[in-house]
């Protein structure tokens, strides 16, 4: 009995408190989310109890709030609680700097092994003056999708890059290697080989190749619309609801709509722009930008909108950013409240009535295309800024 509190003593003695921290702080956030959403004062999704995570299958991850926390002089070397001297893939000279001038203050240090290597993260407050964006009176509809990764109001076509489908060959061969070795068994407690092991690692370091190569172009692609354009305009996708369909779900997931939102959305505050969120049943494909006749139907299939009325023939994807593009400045114009528009793809109802669809030819040739009529048959666009 003492010689296994001996080894529970020094098994805490080497580990620093935060490694147990930062399990209790997960569990207490698990915890508040479920009582936040059994007691209604959480949206979204109901959030069930907190279940056990194995550490076989979870990222292992450590947070550091105290102790010592810096960046060496020769900005190669990271010092943290515990771990001592650690040597950086990266060069640390911009935070150093910023650390030097007194402009940055090291909050916390989170590290975490990913794909085979460590990573570790510094949480910095920094002193900054926030930046104007080049083109301060530019305003860009982007309409995302799987073909062209997004299609701007300007005219760019974005490519999807689909890192995905470009590693699938390998991936395959990877897992299919792997399926031939001995792996573990948790209910005869056979335990994987070592080969098993190293294929693991192997289709484990694969799949995070692909992850940090979307993760990259879609910085790179945020960065530069945040810091050119003063105003940006995206929909609110069901992501969700589209990864239902089983023929494009593994496009539409490496694609990523969700994360190109979030990078989207904290850094318009960063450089001091805006975002605006089209409604969700706004028809910016099926509305014509040119006189804002709205099509009943527009089959997937069309990637050229032709629109009945005026008689435009536009690429649909094009079509759709330029209406979203022309939301911002009716948002401008009409003050906090919501955005008004032509054409539902679901009957909403609002303030009594019914929204119905309009059809086409019902609008007056010349009339923007995303500015509301005064009539009965309008639905509404919410938008937010953030």
């Known amino acids: 009995m003492e010689r296994r509190e001996d080894r529970c003593r020094a098994v805490v003695a080497e580990c620093s408190k935060e490694a147990f921290n930062s399990g209790l702080d997960a569990l207490a956030r698990a915890l508040k989310n479920w009582s936040d959403s059994r007691g209604g004062k959480r949206a979204g999704r109901p959030v069930g109890f907190p279940r056990f995570k194995s550490r076989r299958r979870t990222t292992p991850t450590v947070r550091f709030t105290t102790g010592t926390?810096?960046?060496?002089?020769?900005?190669?070397?990271?010092v943290l609680p515990r771990l001592g001297r650690l040597k950086l893939h990266e060069s640390a000279r911009k935070l150093a700097r910023r650390i030097d001038n007194g402009?940055?203050?090291?909050?916390?240090?989170?590290?975490?092994?990913?794909?085979?290597?460590?990573?570790?993260?510094?949480?910095?407050?920094?002193?900054?003056?926030?930046?104007?964006?080049?083109?301060?009176?530019?305003t860009v509809g982007v309409d995302i999708g799987v073909k062209h990764l997004a299609v701007l109001s300007t005219g760019e076509l974005v490519p999807n890059p689909r890192h995905l489908s470009s590693a699938q060959r390998r991936l395959r061969r990877l897992a299919r290697?792997?399926?031939?070795?001995?792996?573990?068994?948790?209910?005869?407690?056979?335990?994987?080989?070592?080969?098993?092991?190293?294929?693991?690692?192997?289709?484990?370091?694969?799949?995070?190749?692909?992850?940090?190569?979307?993760?990259?172009?879609?910085?790179?692609?945020?960065?530069?619309?945040?810091?050119?354009?003063?105003?940006?305009v995206v929909e609110d996708l069901n992501v969700a609801g589209m990864l239902r369909n089983r023929r494009l779900a593994r496009h539409i997931a490496d694609a990523s709509f969700g994360e190109l939102r979030r990078q989207l959305t904290y850094k318009t505050q960063w450089n001091g722009g805006r975002l605006f969120i089209a409604d969700r049943w706004y028809p910016s494909s099926k509305t014509c930008s040119g006189c804002g006749a709205v099509k009943t139907k527009l089959a997937l299939s069309e990637r050229t909108y032709t629109c009945q009325t005026c008689g435009l023939t536009i690429d649909r994807d094009h079509n759709a950013a330029l209406n979203l593009a022309a939301l911002a400045a009716e948002y401008d114009t009409a003050g906090s409240g919501p955005v008004a528009a032509?054409?539902?793809?679901?009957?909403?109802?609002?303030?009594?009535?019914?929204?119905?669809?309009?059809?086409?030819?019902?609008?007056?040739?010349?009339?923007?295309?995303?500015?509301?009529p005064q009539g009965e048959t309008t639905d509404r666009v919410l938008t937010r800024v953030h």
């Not at 926390?69 to 990271?78: A, F, P």
């Not at 290597?117 to 964006?133: D, F, K, N, T, Y």
């Not at 940090?212 to 945020?222: A, E, V």
Request: aromatic fraction near 2%; glycine fraction near 8%.
């Open 103 to 138: 402009t940055a203050r090291i909050m916390s240090a989170t590290v975490r092994r990913d794909g085979g290597r460590w990573h570790v993260s510094l949480c910095v407050e920094v002193e900054r003056v926030v930046p104007v964006p080049a083109r301060p009176d530019s």
């Open 69 to 78: 926390i810096r960046v060496e002089s020769d900005r190669k070397h990271v």
């Open 177 to 232: 290697s792997m399926s031939r070795k001995t792996g573990p068994d948790r209910r005869t407690g056979q335990r994987p080989s070592n080969r098993w092991q190293r294929a693991s690692a192997r289709l484990g370091r694969a799949h995070a190749r692909v992850a940090h190569l979307r993760r990259d172009s879609l910085h790179k692609l945020t960065t530069r619309l945040t810091r050119e354009h003063r105003a940006i």
């Open 342 to 372: 032509r054409g539902a793809d679901q009957k909403t109802r609002v303030r009594g009535q019914v929204a119905v669809k309009r059809e086409p030819g019902t609008a007056t040739v010349g009339q923007t295309g995303t500015v509301s």
